[in-house]
């Protein structure tokens, strides 16, 4: 939800000042939740962490990459025994298929490296711009922005963002942030919505960016993406609705009093007469 007549100048200072407080309470420097020792390992625990927790899949990964300990190892593998190594983190068809494509195409393609750039990282089986962005991030410091569901639901309350489309988030956060902010910005997004703007009853009482915050004290609707809030129930055409029922009703109580004060004559021939 964009702040409406909020020019450029305030719209940079209130961001600036957002990110220093963001800065004050996370430290500078992009946190990593996901462990990884290199780019291929931060790229499948990525691939694994959708729908699941990052400390499920830590405990996962844990073992998982001392049993393969390279992608040749995933390339190979038997793809119901990796199945099995993973399900615990769900979806494990897909992600045990993906992962698997994605190795071997990396050996084949790509010499055992991971792709520097968005075209080549969103082409590999199961890699999204979310992953391919976490990559460039944080392992090849290259700007980008990871658009999750923390980074989505904060952006739109803080008016940064005016969509539920991740996608279009990314790029309407690239233009209001500075390129300086990009690669912290999730990570400490992801920190704020944990603790503080959850999804559900976020701490606004206790939030540092209350006074920057547009959603802030509003209505509980402002908290979700435009295209997530709940549909408002419109009162005006139920209003007219009951209101010509209510002559409908009307309409029909005064022709039954004609007929019963009436002597002789039919029914139908009343009838006629009262519509006239």
Known sequence: MF????????????????????DAHYG????????????????????LSAQ?????????????????KDLQAFADCDLKELEEDIHST????NKAKNMKACAKALVEEYGGEVPQNIEA???????????????????????SIVVDTHVKRISNRLGLADSPDPTKVEFQLMEHLPEEFWIRWNTHIIAL??????????????CYLQDL?????????????????KAVEKKKPAAKKTVEKKKSTA???????????VVGGSRKTLTKKVAE
Not at 251 to 261: M, R
């Open 121 to 143: 990282l969103t082409a590999l089986p199961g890699v999204g711009r979310k992953t391919g962005n976490l990559i460039l991030g944080n392992i090849y410091h290259i700007p």
């Open 251 to 261: 309409k029909k109580a005064s022709l039954k009093k004609v007929e019963a004060n």
């Open 213 to 229: 915050c547009p959603s802030s004290k509003k209505d509980p609707e402002t908290w979700r993406p435009v295209g997530e809030r």
């Open 52 to 68: 699941c927790t990052d400390a499920r899949v830590n405990m996962v990964t844990e073992k998982l990459f001392v049993k393969y």
């Open 28 to 47: 500078d420097h992009p946190t990593i939740f996901l462990e990884a020792k290199n780019a291929w390992q931060l790229l499948f625990a990525t691939i």
């Open 90 to 93: 769900g979806f494990y068809h």
């Open 3 to 22: 702040i409406a007549k909020e020019s450029k100048k305030k719209r940079e200072a209130r961001v600036r000042e957002i990110m220093e407080r963001l």
């Open 193 to 206: 919505g944990r603790t503080l703007c959850t999804s559900q009853n976020p701490k606004c009482g206790e």
